[in-house]
DNA sequence: TCAAAAGTGTTTAGTCTACACCCATGA
DNA sequence: TCATGGGTGTAGACTAAACACTTTTGA
């Protein structure tokens, strides 16, 4: 997203990144049996948008983006996505940037590259929510999980960044065996089922689940069982 | 692709464009049961590349991508798709900029904009072949179509833009109806079979691709036949 | 022993593959 | 009337949906 600077790249010159391109970062993790998004909140007040940040002027675009998602999880190896890239010429608004700059101690002239418009290149991560650490950064002091059906009013079009990023997650759900990026490392049938639900958002038949999944040929049985509820213990399962 | 100023778009200053980004687009067109693409040819060099330009600072994204698209073909209503962005640092190479610049009596300081790193947004396009007007613009002097299997060298990482968007179209295939805009108006379910088989890259049972098409119940029969050869003379389809 | 949820079997319906067959056409 | 390619029919294979059944567990 435009407008979050980190550690030294406040400066008013921004001579360190490319200028009018950005990143913005869905990140999704699945808790309590729901998706959720990290996000970022500026200050108590309600201005909440989406982790984002500059690219170097050196550095790859992929890099930027694992750069951005790893400042705000804490985490190394992630799973992400580039899906699509916002560039219509009104979706920045630079009043919210100019505010935070202002509360920073820099009065940004007219021209100053943070409030000219921004093209911003969407990607999306796949985390494992029990690993994460979320994590501000100097601008935005709240970084916290959203349920999708909670998410608050949030900055430009970051709404729809979310729901395009979604619609790619959706997509890529069979394709590309992601789902379990979300999931911890060992987890039953009924945890990724319900991931799965949540993510199409229909129900799905159990059996058929259960046999489409195995039949991939992705999962290891664990030996070991679960303790819970009185009735069976379901397997643990492992990704190979 | 970056470097293709047309018009007065060549001006050293470049205030007009945004910096640092381009569009590169893999125009797609079918003929002579072949899928080509639309290439720039510099100056009877034998530098090759994709149509490209740049972004007005007021342009929206997508508009930018239909004007690049449209100054080459002369078409006005054009089926476009946003497919990937081209982000590594190092994927632009100044030097044949330079070169053109040169040619064109510019001389550029190593800080001049042209010369700088761009990150790309590949876009593909869709035609009918038959009503396209291929134009070269003020650098490149060659515009013309090149089958798939017949490429020259192209500059810069634009071999492997065109082989993702041939990705993307593949994967779009059955999801989108995107043939269609690949075929002129009328056309026989022949036709139809071997633009699929070509994209696809594999042969089609016949009688399993006349069902699956005619159940989408997109195709309108013309009442029409064709006249050939020694056989049955097909029906034409038009798209509705 | 009962309820709940896990795991597997089974019947059925639908779809896809492969091939066969007939039709129209010009030589 | 023959070869050629277009259009449709159909038997078998494969796949997916829906439901039934058995197993395991804690109360």
Redesign the pocket.
């Known amino acids: 997203m435009e407008g979050r600077p980190t550690q030294n790249e406040s400066d008013a010159a921004g001579s360190n990144y490319m200028h009018g391109l950005a990143i913005d970062a869905v990140i999704f993790g699945f808790h309590d049996n729901q998706l959720k998004v990290l996000l970022m909140q500026y200050k108590k007040s309600d201005i909440f948008a989406l982790p984002g940040g500059f690219i170097h002027k050196e550095e790859n675009l992929d890099d930027a983006a694992h750069r951005v998602v790893s400042e705000r999880t804490g985490l190394k190896d992630i799973y992400l996505e580039q899906f699509y890239v916002f560039g219509d010429a009104t979706r920045s608004d630079p009043s919210p940037m100019r505010t935070i700059m202002l509360a920073n101690g820099i009065a940004p002239g007219n021209h100053h590259w943070l409030l000219q418009r921004f093209i911003s290149v969407g990607y999306y991560a796949l985390v494992d929510f029990t690993k994460v650490t979320p994590m501000p950064d100097r601008i935005f002091d709240g970084c916290n999980w959203y349920a999708l059906a909670d998410i608050p009013p949030l900055m430009q079009d970051h709404a729809q960044i979310i729901k395009k990023a979604l619609a790619s997650l959706r997509a890529n759900l069979d394709n590309k065996l992601v789902a379990f990026n979300l999931m911890p490392e060992e987890f039953?049938?009924?945890d990724l089922q319900i991931l799965y639900e949540t993510i199409l958002d229909k129900k799905l038949?159990?059996?058929?689940f259960?046999?489409?999944i195995?039949?991939l040929g992705i999962l290891e049985r664990i030996a070991k069982?679960w303790?819970?509820?009185?009735?069976?213990?379901?397997?643990l399962y492992r990704f190979k």
Chains 1, 2 share one sequence.
């Open positions: 039953t049938m009924n038949l159990r059996p058929a259960q046999r489409k195995l039949s069982k303790t819970g509820g009185a009735h069976k213990a379901p397997y």
